[in-house]
């Protein structure tokens, strides 16, 4: 399973940003592609994710109605996710990976088996 993020950068708050994640390699029928961050001295932290083939998604209290989880070709098994980050807060700052659940029934658990290498993203106050 090969994932890379990407579009990390630095923001004023309320500012946007749109991270990209490519997926390839894995032949699961049924799975997840979402972030979780870490933010430095703080624990991880699910942020979205969203379920392939149903394409159900979810997001932690703390990002719901300012993030969006989407995929380029809902029916292609590899491609690109977005996660496109609006109203940015001081508190989003952190190195956001990209990840993957294999074997998902029902609603992605926003914990991930597989990852690639985060991108930084900075909110300034």
């Known amino acids: 399973v090969q994932l890379q993020a990407s579009g990390g950068g630095l923001v004023e708050t309320g500012g946007s940003l749109r991270l990209s994640c490519t997926a390839s390699g894995f032949i699961f029928d049924f799975y997840a592609i979402g972030w979780f961050r870490q933010a430095p001295g703080k624990e991880r932290e699910g942020v979205s994710c969203?379920?392939?083939?149903?394409?159900?998604?979810?997001?932690?209290d703390s990002v719901k109605g300012r993030f969006t989880i989407s995929k380029d070709n809902a029916n292609s098994t590899w491609g690109t996710w977005y996660l496109q980050m609006d109203n940015l807060k001081p508190e989003d700052t952190a190195v956001y990976y990209c990840g993957m659940e294999y074997d998902v029934e029902g609603l992605c658990t926003l914990a991930y088996d597989y990852w690639g290498q985060g991108t930084l993203v900075t909110v300034s106050s």
């Open positions: 969203i379920t392939h083939p149903s394409g159900t998604t979810r997001y932690v």
